[in-house]
Structure formats: structure tokens, C-alpha cells
């Protein structure tokens, strides 16, 4: 199969962005995945994410596909826009099961394997090498048509493809987003996650007096996005064309989540990435912006 010949069926499934990168993955990658300061929720060592996070023997390929999720803002929203459509994890399978279903058709003596925010596998450096976009300093990946609002899903296989070329295009680096993050996490070169907003919003259990001023910034409780609005790559960047992703719940009420059992809470919410951490972190972090907001005034 030629690289054209998969970016026509890619397109054939609505898929808008795929490429190949070869496998392994060269070990320069180190340079984009060393940091002062490992997230907890990133698993495992270096080498696990460049060699060893795959069930498949010899692998030849990982086949890199884009998945766009960018809405336009309608009203008051307290979610991340990443949330705002169904779980990225179980959409993103979805088609990517469907685009193995017809390789293995052709192809069925090769073996393929699905991952999508699932595996230490660094999928940001696999989406670089396969001509996806580039690193912004906001630690995003930046695609040059939908900008940094694309969640990653990679098919690993021994299926041996021409790897693509990796753009040439770079971030501008006009420090936009180092200057308005609320925690100040955005180091140019790495994210402190520490103060990240977006994961203390994810953060179990009791906060620091900082870190709820750091929460209480913007009316997010879950995730945070405005490193990505004031990001000059996401000007004027598309709809998602995904239906899935267009299903949007914006807001969450509070008054609900309150009055709901977790077996409801899972029952109605269960299929929305941002209900993992449960009912109480999100009630707490709502309580924090009320809280801030009333003392700002």
C-alpha cells in the first residue's frame, strides 16, 4: 500500500489527517520527552515510550491518524472543548478499528494494534515523524490545518510502509501562550505540570491555597484551554468534521451533579472523557471558581 493510497482510505472513513512512521522510533526523541518534571498521569521511562510499548514482536510501521475535536464557543462553557464531544478514547478506537478492518482484509497475514492515550507510547513524536505538525511551546502538537484541538490515534503493525517526511514547519514562538497560562507551567522548552491548571483540575483530594488560586483563574473545572486560544495557530482553524465531536455539552450543572447517586452520575456521563475522575473532584473544583470569583469582586 502506497502512503496516497492510505490518505485516500483515511478520507474514505473520516479520518482528516493520517501519515506513517517508521518503527523504531529514532532515539533522538529524547530530546522532546525529557523533562524536569514528568507528569504522573504520562506512564512510563523514555524507553518504554520510544521501543516498548507494544504487544507486537517486530513491528514496522505505526500508522498516525489526526482526529480534530476544535468547536466554536456558544454560550458559558466550564469544560475543556476536548470534553465537550464523546470520549476521545472510545471514538477515536471506533474508527481506527474500522480502518484496520479493511487492511486486514487486504492485508491478513499482518498483524495490527491500536492505541489512543491508552500506552506510554509518545504518540506526539510518532505524529511528528509521520509529517503530522510540530511541538508549539504550549507543549501542544500543532497540525498547520486544525491546529493543536486533535487528539492522536496510532495503529502499530508489521505492516512495512514508507515512512513520511516530517514538516518543516515550526512554531512561532511568540510566547502567548507562556504569558497568559494561569499557573505560569508553560516553560518554552517543557510544562511544569505542577502548576498546570489543567491538572490540578484532575487532582484527587485537597488542594494548596495556590494551586486553588491557580484553579479559580478561569471558569473551567475540568481541563484548561487557554494556552490554545491565544495560540496564533489556531486562528481561523475549522470545524471538526467528526459527528461525534459535534455533540457538544459544554456545561455542566452543578445543582445536578449534587442531587446525583454515582451509579447515575456514570449512567448519564459515563460516555464523556472528562467523567473519570468522578462527581467530587468536579464539584470541588466548581466550588473553587465560585469561591475565587466572589472574592475577586
Given at each position: 500500500m502506497t502512503n496516497l493510497e492510505l490518505e485516500e482510505l483515511a478520507i474514505q472513513l473520516n479520518i482528516p489527517a493520517v501519515g506513517v512512521a517508521s518503527w523504531p522510533l529514532?532515539?533522538?526523541?529524547?530530546?522532546?520527552?525529557?523533562?524536569?518534571?514528568?507528569?504522573?498521569?504520562?506512564?512510563?521511562?523514555?524507553?518504554e515510550r520510544l521501543q516498548g510499548?507494544?504487544?507486537?514482536?517486530?513491528?514496522?510501521?505505526?500508522?498516525?491518524?489526526?482526529?480534530?475535536?476544535?468547536?466554536?464557543?456558544?454560550?458559558?462553557?466550564?469544560?475543556?472543548?476536548?470534553?465537550?464531544?464523546?470520549?476521545?478514547?472510545v471514538v477515536v478506537r471506533q474508527y481506527l478499528e474500522r480502518l484496520v478492518d479493511i487492511l486486514r482484509e487486504r492485508y491478513p497475514d499482518e498483524i495490527y494494534e491500536i492505541h489512543c492515550d491508552t500506552s506510554p507510547l509518545a504518540d506526539r513524536y510518532m505524529a511528528y515523524l509521520a509529517g503530522l505538525g510540530f511541538y508549539g511551546w504550549n507543549q501542544t502538537f500543532i497540525n498547520p490545518t486544525w491546529g493543536s484541538y486533535t487528539v492522536i490515534g496510532t495503529i502499530m503493525t508489521t505492516l512495512e510502509l514508507s515512512p513520511s517526511v516530517p514538516l518543516a514547519q515550526s512554531c512561532l514562538q511568540c510566547g502567548a501562550c507562556l504569558r497568559a497560562c494561569p499557573g505560569k507551567a508553560l516553560q518554552g522548552d517543557h510544562l511544569d505540570y505542577r502548576t498546570c491548571k489543567s491538572y490540578l483540575t484532575q487532582c484527587k483530594g485537597e488542594l494548596s491555597e495556590e494551586e486553588e488560586r491557580i484553579i479559580g483563574k478561569t471558569p473551567l473545572i475540568f481541563g484548561c484551554d487557554v494556552c490554545q486560544e491565544v495560540c496564533p495557530h489556531n486562528r481561523d482553524i475549522p470545524m471538526t468534521p467528526i459527528p461525534e465531536f459535534q455533540q457538544v455539552t459544554s456545561y455542566i450543572e452543578m445543582e445536578e451533579l449534587e442531587g446525583m447517586t454515582n451509579k447515575e452520575f456514570k449512567a448519564k456521563y459515563g460516555h464523556k472523557a472528562w467523567a473519570w475522575r468522578g462527581k467530587k473532584v468536579l464539584l470541588r473544583n466548581a466550588e473553587i471558581v465560585r469561591k475565587e470569583k466572589h472574592e475577586g469582586k
Open positions: 529514532p532515539m533522538e526523541a529524547s530530546l522532546h520527552l525529557d523533562t524536569p518534571y514528568p507528569c504522573p498521569f504520562t506512564n512510563g521511562s523514555i524507553e510499548s507494544t504487544t507486537i514482536a517486530s513491528p514496522k510501521s505505526a500508522i498516525v491518524c489526526l482526529f480534530p475535536y476544535y468547536m466554536p464557543r456558544e454560550g458559558v462553557t466550564n469544560l475543556a472543548r476536548y470534553c465537550w464531544g464523546d470520549d476521545y478514547h
